[in-house]
């Protein structure tokens, strides 16, 4: 009983989850009303509060569960692959949960750099850890001659996850039927020049 009761629970915080991500993609977080939520969802604005103590902590575990589920993607990707590999295993990764998470992404994208938000201390942490797993390929990568010995590890990993977001954005919204597999060579070969430079 209590496994079906906590798979239920789980389910609808699922249907939250999502609500929430394409309503605040489409009109923002600010526009976006619990009733709303609840209304795509498909549940009473009860079950919101219920499961979530407001539309800001929904937001928050929102942030949690999309960037969590981001860098553990990363860190199976690059997984026992020497650096170049793993380098063109965390852009495929990107670009593929993307693709499955466009909303989510699009969401993110426009709340990455604004400042004023209640949550941006954890999205910046959350950031940090997904970007931790990049850094820590590119210093492979500079330990192993790969990449050019005096590379900026933490500004280049940055650079390579926000491209990598704004590139797949621009993929889904502008040019969604190209084939992954350009879109994930054309970034590589950025990568791959910028790094010779």
């Known amino acids: 009983m209590t496994d079906g ?13 999502v609500a929430a991500v394409e309503l605040i993609a489409e009109q923002g977080f600010s526009a976006t009303t619990v009733d709303d939520i609840a209304a795509r969802a498909g549940v009473a604005k009860g079950t919101v509060y219920y499961n979530f103590e407001s539309k800001t902590v929904l937001f928050e575990e929102l942030l949690r569960h999309g960037i969590g589920l981001l ?16 380098l063109a295993a965390l852009v495929r990764a990107e670009l593929e949960y993307i693709r ?9 994208l426009s709340e990455m750099w604004r400042t004023n938000r209640e949550w941006q201390q954890t999205l910046r942490l959350l950031r940090s850890e997904a970007i931790e797993v990049i850094a820590e390929t ?9 990449l050019p010995p005096d590379l900026d590890v933490p500004t280049a990993s940055s650079a390579l996850f926000g491209v990598g977001l704004v590139v797949a954005v621009d993929w889904l919204v502008f040019q969604p039927d ?13 990568v791959r020049r910028v790094a010779q430079t």
Request: glycine share 6%.
């Open 178 to 190: 190209r084939p992954i597999s350009d879109v994930q060579e054309a970034l590589l070969g950025i």
């Open 71 to 86: 860098t553990a993607e990363f860190r199976a990707a690059v997984a026992g692959l020497p650096p170049r590999a793993a």
């Open 5 to 17: 009761r906590s798979r239920r629970r789980e389910d609808t915080r699922q249907r939250l989850f």
């Open 138 to 146: 590119v210093r492979a990568g500079v330990d192993s001659g790969d």
């Open 100 to 108: 499955r998470y466009r909303a989510f992404a699009q969401l993110l």
